[in-house]
């Protein structure tokens, strides 16, 4: 069975007053039906712009697109206007992160909903309003019927996401793109979206892209974990390759840095020293090299390919370390050794002598 | 941890209600906000209080309060046993000396047109300290360096440092005049993971270093968990459990604590499975809280006397002060934590 949604090598890159923006650069994934994939990275890893780009909504006079986006079988990064509008909200819905810049707040949300449903169908009005208010049963808002009656700035954070994902669903879609669906929202809210999200996906068998900084959130949600760094995925994997075995030194500097509920609670944190490089002027040789407590002397120079950990495994990462060092430092820092007490290992494994970068900031 | 009893800071009954007008001219109080409503608790000197809680559940409103940035409706806050409410002038510059606060917000909270040299020199300027203009300039540049600031940015201006930065420059700000007490409003949420560590770090080693008590308010449990002794959880303006960081995070006794506890996703995709206690409906208005037990609309537990009678904030055993008539059980707690939680605290190898 041919995946869902399979984004070849693609490469987005903005041209601006300060210079050309490599805000994705050769990513590929795909999707699965009724399978979630999670994409986790920081501000301005890319995350945001690749979904973006998969509904056709990065296309501008500035912006260059390369690669390949397949769904059923046609290329949508070369698709034209009207089939996007075709696919947009139809095939493809997405949630955006912020619920209330999200809605419009002239217009009811009935309204909204009525509009998604008549730009994709012949539906009369009548029965677009009752599907409206179907729709929002469906996503848990009591008292739909009045409900449907009311705008925006009536409902609370959580219930206005709540309509998103109802106008998402509106016309049955087969991906569901969620970027950062929960970020806005308070925890226990948060755990009702998700919930929503999952009983939902098992109910209407939809795909689903969750992009999120959450590692918590991916966690619970995803089947399949691609964490992306300036602009590239940097690991790729199931959630539980990524999670009990991960590969690459930033899946562990963001496994370390985050306090969790399930650790002993004095452990110290392990943060990622420095900050995410800039996009017009890329660090040389491997992205991460700036920041990694393990680099060597030729991490400066080669940039590493996304390749399996090991023969035909599906877990990939983009890695110059040998994969014998990266279990065994993995291991150090799982039982609480600091990142600088594991750097022998990898001035062990090869004699070239790698002077250690002065971090911007130690903390 | 608790080395001494000594409370640096006692709060008493405290209330801040804000009032809803109505009309333009002739302006009438038809109701009023109760961000906070008659809150008590002690910070003990030398410890980290957290405060936890929902949007609009007053922990930013009771940080304000707290360094009077805001003057109560009714209660006091006593400041090593001396109340607030009445000082003003050098009284009230003396209590800012000792109790500084950082906002959430680095982006809003740093004066644009200011260099960070400026910036961080103001609270000697407003006290009349190091008046002598390389003298302020060597502190300030000292201080740079000790939040992990390169002291050459000096004269910089805001716009040119990153999130994380921008906290650090605040913390410096904060700490210029070697407060006794800090509170920190959501320092890290506005940060990117990868550099929330960094700043929850600096604030540590502060803290170890200069002996400051630490007020944290967040609304991120981990992050609680991480840096406090003790953690007070609010919902719409009451205190509803206060008790030692361990006991709260392995045995809440109000179901809102549990509940929180059990939505907070877990990193680790097998040892997060549980039962989840998912709350219905949203936190109600504060303008019209719930009566009696405000959380019983909510609560998986309410029955008779939830909604007739409020409850009282007491001990319900192993150091936990709870305001609930039906205290979760063991049992309850068991089923709906995950299963990691526990398993920590019995394995501190996890």
């Known amino acids: 069975?041919?995946?869902?949604?399979?984004?070849?090598?693609?490469?987005?890159?903005?041209?601006?007053?300060?210079?050309?923006?490599?805000?994705?650069?050769?990513?590929?994934?795909?999707?699965?039906?009724?399978?979630?994939?999670?994409?986790?990275?920081?501000?301005?890893?890319?995350?945001?712009?690749?979904?973006?780009?998969?509904?056709?909504?990065?296309?501008?006079?500035?912006?260059?697109?390369?690669?390949?986006?397949?769904?059923?079988?046609?290329?949508?990064?070369?698709?034209?206007?009207?089939?996007?509008?075709?696919?947009?909200?139809?095939?493809?819905?997405?949630?955006?992160?912020?619920?209330?810049?999200?809605?419009?707040?002239?217009?009811?949300?009935?309204?909204?909903?009525?509009?998604?449903?008549?730009?994709?169908?012949?539906?009369?009005?009548?029965?677009?309003?009752?599907?409206?208010?179907?729709?929002?049963e469906l996503v848990g808002i009591p008292d739909p019927r009045k409900r449907v009656n009311?705008?925006?700035?009536?409902?609370?954070?959580?219930?206005?996401?709540?309509?998103?994902?109802?106008?998402?669903?509106?016309?049955?879609?087969?991906?569901?793109?969620?970027?950062?669906?929960?970020?806005?929202?308070?925890?226990?809210?948060?755990?009702?979206?998700?919930?929503?999200?999952?009983?939902?996906?098992?109910?209407?068998?939809?795909?689903?892209?969750?992009?999120t900084h959450d590692l918590g959130v991916v966690a619970e949600t995803a089947d399949e974990i691609a964490v992306m760094y300036a602009g590239r995925i940097i690991e790729h994997g199931s959630t539980e390759q990524v999670f009990h075995a991960p590969q690459h030194p930033y899946t562990w500097g963001l496994l370390k840095s985050i306090p969790r509920l399930d650790t002993v609670r004095n452990e110290e944190l392990v943060p990622i020293s420095g900050r995410p490089p800039s996009l017009i002027h890329r660090p040389s040789g491997c992205f991460f090299h700036p920041r990694c407590p393990y680099v060597r002397e030729a991490h400066r120079r080669i940039d590493p390919k996304l390749e399996s950990v090991a023969a035909g495994e599906e877990h990939e990462v983009a890695c110059l370390l040998p994969p014998t060092v990266r279990s065994r430092i993995w291991n150090g820092l799982r039982s609480g050794a600091s990142p600088a007490s594991l750097r022998h290992l990898v001035t062990e494994e090869d004699q070239v002598a790698a002077q250690p970068l002065v971090g911007e900031v130690g903390e | 941890m608790?080395?001494?009893?000594?409370?640096?800071?006692?709060?008493?009954?405290?209330?801040?209600?804000?009032?809803?007008?109505?009309?333009?001219?002739?302006?009438?109080?038809?109701?009023?906000?109760?961000?906070?409503?008659?809150?008590?608790?002690?910070?003990?000197?030398?410890?980290?209080?957290?405060?936890v809680g929902e949007t609009g559940c007053g922990k930013s409103t009771t940080a304000r309060l707290l360094c009077r940035l805001m003057d109560p409706t009714s209660g006091a806050v006593l400041f090593e046993g001396e109340g607030i409410a009445r000082r003003k002038g050098a009284s009230l510059k003396a209590l800012h000396r000792e109790l500084q606060i950082i906002?959430?917000?680095?982006?809003?909270?740093?004066?644009?047109?200011?260099?960070?040299?400026?910036?961080?020199?103001?609270?000697?300027?407003?006290?009349?300290?190091?008046?002598?203009?390389?003298?302020?300039?060597?502190?300030?540049?000292?201080?740079?360096?000790?939040?992990g600031l390169n002291p050459e940015h000096y004269n910089r201006y805001p716009h040119e440092f990153s999130g994380g930065q921008r906290q650090r420059i605040g913390v410096a700000r904060a700490i210029a005049l070697e407060p006794r007490v800090l509170i920190a409003d959501e320092p890290v949420s506005a940060l990117d993971v990868s550099i929330q560590a960094q700043v929850l770090n600096l604030l540590k080693r502060l803290q170890r270093e200069?002996?400051?008590?630490?007020?944290?308010?967040?609304?991120?449990?981990?992050?609680?968990?991480?840096?406090?002794?003790?953690?007070?959880?609010?919902?719409?303006?009451?205190?509803?459990?206060?008790?030692?960081s361990e006991a709260l995070y392995h045995f809440p006794r109000h179901p809102y604590?549990?509940?929180?506890?059990?939505?907070?996703?877990?990193?680790?995709?097998?040892?997060?499975?549980?039962?989840?206690?998912?709350?219905?409906?949203?936190?109600?208005?504060?303008?019209?809280?719930?009566?009696?037990c405000r959380f019983h609309t909510r609560c998986p537990k309410a029955k008779e006397p939830c909604w007739t009678e409020e409850p009282l904030l007491e001990d319900k055993g192993s150091g936990s002060l709870a305001a609930c008539h039906f205290p979760l059980t063991e049992e309850e707690v068991a089923l709906q934590l995950p299963a990691a939680l526990t398993q920590a605290h019995a394995s501190p190898s996890a």
């Open chain 1, 150 to 211: 009311q705008y925006p700035h009536e409902f609370s954070g959580g219930m206005r996401q709540r309509v998103m994902i109802a106008m998402a669903l509106a016309n049955e879609p087969k991906l569901l793109i969620a970027d950062e669906p929960t970020t806005a929202l308070d925890v226990t809210v948060q755990a009702q979206i998700l919930a929503l999200l999952d009983d939902l996906q098992s109910r209407l068998g939809m795909a689903i892209i969750i992009i």
């Open chain 1, 1 to 136: 069975m041919s995946p869902l949604l399979e984004v070849e090598d693609l490469r987005v890159t903005f041209q601006t007053e300060d210079g050309l923006v490599h805000a994705v650069d050769g990513i590929s994934y795909s999707v699965d039906i009724g399978k979630t994939l999670g994409i986790v990275g920081e501000s301005g890893s890319g995350k945001s712009v690749t979904s973006l780009t998969t509904l056709g909504l990065t296309r501008a006079r500035n912006t260059k697109i390369e690669g390949r986006i397949m769904w059923d079988g046609e290329d949508l990064t070369t698709a034209p206007e009207d089939k996007m509008r075709r696919v947009r909200g139809n095939d493809i819905a997405m949630i955006f992160q912020d619920p209330l810049s999200s809605l419009h707040p002239f217009y009811k949300v009935g309204w909204q909903l009525m509009e998604a449903m008549q730009t994709h169908r012949e539906i009369s009005k009548h029965a677009a309003h009752e599907r409206a208010a179907e729709l929002l």
């Open chain 2, 2 to 51: 608790t080395a001494t009893n000594n409370s640096i800071i006692e709060v008493r009954d405290l209330t801040k209600h804000f009032p809803i007008t109505q009309g333009i001219l002739f302006q009438r109080q038809i109701g009023a906000v109760k961000a906070v409503d008659g809150i008590s608790f002690d910070v003990k000197a030398g410890e980290t209080l957290g405060l």
């Open chain 2, 210 to 244: 200069m002996g400051l008590t630490l007020i944290f308010i967040s609304h991120d449990l981990s992050v609680v968990r991480h840096m406090c002794d003790r953690v007070a959880v609010m919902y719409l303006g009451k205190i509803v459990e206060l008790a030692p």
């Open chain 2, 257 to 292: 604590s549990g509940a929180l506890l059990s939505a907070v996703p877990v990193a680790d995709p097998t040892g997060g499975k549980r039962r989840r206690t998912i709350l219905t409906g949203d936190v109600p208005s504060p303008a019209n809280p719930p009566v009696a």
């Open chain 2, 103 to 147: 906002f959430q917000d680095p982006f809003s909270s740093l004066n644009p047109r200011k260099t960070v040299g400026s910036i961080i020199a103001e609270p000697f300027a407003i006290h009349g300290m190091y008046k002598g203009e390389g003298d302020r300039k060597k502190h300030v540049q000292d201080l740079m360096d000790r939040v």
